[in-house]
């Protein structure tokens, strides 16, 4: 090979032969025939617990930026790749909605809302708390995104079932009383003998006599731990009006109040950022680039090659060497593509599920005031489902109540309301609750129906089951992964998306670094 020319083509063969596709496209990237990296280097606000080792760079296109386009985006920009997010809507966050004064909300076949919320009032219309393990919090500190206390589970919060409204610590404590009384009898007739030793069973008594408040018969009568009228201080303190029956209790359905004591995922302490959930949407746009975020710009068409991608959208056509597809399975499914049958009919597996909340602006915090509730959630059996107290803002002047948060049959009749009867109604029911003072001094509302916003039209989705389908929209169709919360085992929540993300980003990377 004396005297032999080496072409730059003939470099490339030979660096890609020997260092793989990664290798070939840094040094396409240093002879300025393709981008070796971002536009300018990354460089996280603070340390992440995740990272792509190596660098890959490739061109990729990301459907969708929402929670988990963002992530891909944002992961794979810290490797070097070269990203464009296609966004149908007009703005980037999908789910993860804020809305202040100014914002303009519409709704497929409805009337649009203007926001009239005062300064510094904000509604997390999507998601609105954090749990302390989920990687959410991960990313707000790798972000530099304060956090706050998201009060979950408040004694002081109510239950309303039946036509009857009680305080959190007043149904928790006749459950937890009855229950242990009627374990405590059976222990002490014998009915355990076969189960558990005699000392075991003693040990048992001593627990259900401090865990419900029993008396000295084993029998709850009450106890000081279901509320005040009046707290002590100088004097004893007014008790509320004695338990009634356990067959009334049962009756009343109020057991629903510590239900949510025990669900991993919604186990106090939880969190929220600081001034609204789309502190999140604005950092990872920051990060990412909003150059690289197209809205407006629904995908028509997707068509996986042997050497890339080429994506269709109402405002052009996008080449890619990958494609992350992060939209809602129930959106790609109609999209036109060639990633064959099966992947359509995994597509339209999982249902999505209809879901809708109301925010209430009062010019007074009465139910700090008045009820001395200070953040929690009061749980309903009526059509509004849940009421959120803000975690925020304590003592001042005005605040904003989430005046319900229901889903499926609720959701899809409260979104076939108008704004203005939504709100009518969710006044009516709340009123049930916390009398005439919840339909005086709202000074403003915004409701949102998620199965009637145009490109998402749901909530979250339910899988009929975690089958094949699920399995097969875990790996690539060809050169397009998918990525959601949808395929997780978190869904609904940002976690999932999250999670989702780095799973597709990492097998892309994978392939990157290994293709020859």
């Keep these: 090979m004396e005297g032999a020319k080496l072409t730059r083509r003939g470099l490339l063969v030979g660096i890609g032969a020997v260092g793989g596709a990664g290798a070939m496209y840094a040094a396409m990237g240093a002879l300025g025939l393709a981008p070796s990296e971002q536009d300018k280097e990354f460089a996280a606000p603070r340390q992440g617990d995740f990272s792509l080792r190596g660098k890959g760079a490739a061109k990729v296109v990301i459907l969708g930026a929402g929670v988990a386009g963002l992530i891909a985006a944002y992961e794979l920009g810290k490797a070097g790749y070269d990203c ?13 909605l804020t809305l202040r004064g100014g914002d303009r909300l519409t709704e497929l076949n409805g009337p649009a809302q203007d926001v009239k919320f005062g300064e510094g009032v904000y509604f997390n219309a999507g998601p609105g708390r954090i749990a302390p393990w989920m990687v959410t919090l991960d990313y707000c500190r790798e972000l530099g995104i304060p956090i706050e206390t998201f009060i979950n589970n408040n004694a002081a919060a109510y239950v309303h079932t039946n036509g009857q409204t009680v305080r959190a610590r007043t149904a928790r404590a006749d459950m937890y009383g009855y229950v242990a009384e009627l ?36 029998e709850y009568e009450g106890s000081d731990r279901r509320g005040f009228t009046k707290f002590p201080a100088i004097g004893g303190g007014t008790p509320v009006e004695a338990p009634g029956t356990l067959h009334q209790i049962l009756a009343a359905g109020t057991g629903r109040s510590i239900i949510g004591d025990f669900g991993y995922e919604q186990a106090t302490p939880m969190f929220q950022p600081v001034g609204g959930m789309d502190a999140i949407v604005v950092k990872l746009k920051e990060a990412v680039g909003e150059d690289r975020i197209k809205t407006g710009a629904k995908v028509t068409k997707i068509t996986t090659l042997a050497d890339g991608v080429e994506i269709a959208h109402t405002g052009g056509v996008v080449k890619a060497d990958y494609c992350i597809a992060a939209l809602p399975p129930h959106i790609l499914a109609k999209i036109p593509h060639n990633l064959g049958a099966q992947i359509t009919t995994a597509l339209a597996t999982p249902a999505p599920v209809a879901a809708g909340k109301i925010g209430l602006e009062y010019g007074r915090r009465w139910w700090e005031l008045e009820d001395r509730v200070y953040g929690g959630v009061t749980e309903t059996d009526l059509d509004i489902t849940h009421i959120w107290y803000p975690s925020h803002g304590y003592h001042s002047e005005r605040g904003l109540l989430v005046g319900y948060y229901n889903t499926e049959h609720e959701a899809e009749l409260y979104g076939s309301l108008s704004p203005e009867d939504r709100r009518n109604r969710a006044l009516t029911q709340g009123k049930k609750i916390h009398g005439e003072k919840y339909r005086q001094n709202v000074l403003a509302s915004a409701s949102i129906a998620w199965h009637r916003q145009e490109h998402i039209q749901g909530g979250w989705v339910r899988w009929p089951s975690f089958d094949s389908s699920f399995t097969l929209l875990q790996r690539p169709a060809g050169r397009v992964y998918f990525a959601g919360d949808w395929l997780t085992h978190l869904i609904a929540w940002q976690a999932g998306a999250m999670e989702s993300a780095r799973g597709a980003v990492t097998q892309l990377h994978q392939r990157v670094l290994q293709s020859p």
């Design 84 to 96: 464009t997010l296609l966004e149908a809507g007009s703005r980037a966050g999908g789910r993860n």
């Design 183 to 218: 374990l405590a009898k059976a222990t002490n007739l014998g009915a355990l003998d076969r189960t558990i030793t005699k000392a075991d069973q003693e040990t048992l008594l001593d627990f259900l006599r401090r865990f419900g408040d029993l008396g000295p018969k084993l």
